[in-house]
Nanobody, 126 residues
Framework: QVLVVESGGGSVQAGGSLRLSCTAS????????LGWFRQALGKEREGVAT???????GYADSVKGRFTISKDNAKNTLYLQMNNLKPEDTAMYYC????????????????????WGQGTQVTVSS
């Protein structure tokens, strides 16, 4: 059984930073696609950043240059470093594992991921 757990959310002022962490226990695929997603109130869940086992990384345009996804293989932990946060970044952030790749590129569609965490809230005040 795969268990995905996120941590690191919180409340910050605009311009601040947060780092989210995610562990996916029980998931041992040699090739994989992992992702961070977010869902704001009244909006659909959207892909923020993806990390593929070959090291390929993808970002949504709205976070490019501000967010960085990375993985510590020794700790089996996926991170999302979020800098220069904006009020529009306020959302529940989710980590997901076992995503589908298309043409070697990790999908950012929520429907393409099999395992999800419970989410961690990020609130950015102006």
């Amino acid at each position: 059984q795969v268990l995905v757990v996120e941590s690191g959310g919180g409340s910050v002022q605009a311009g601040g930073s947060l780092r989210l962490s995610c562990t996916a226990s029980g998931y041992t695929a040699s090739t994989y696609c992992l992702g961070w997603f977010r869902q704001a109130l009244g909006k659909e869940r959207e892909g923020v950043a993806t990390f593929e086992s070959d090291g390929s990384i993808g970002y949504a345009d709205s976070v490019k240059g501000r967010f960085t996804i990375s993985k510590d293989n020794a700790k089996n932990t996926l991170y999302l470093q979020m800098n220069n946060l904006k009020p529009e970044d306020t959302a529940m952030y989710y980590c997901a594992a076992d995503g589908i790749t298309y043409g070697g590129v990790c999908s950012r569609r929520p429907a393409d991921f099999a395992y999800w965490g419970q989410g961690t809230q990020v609130t950015v005040s102006s």
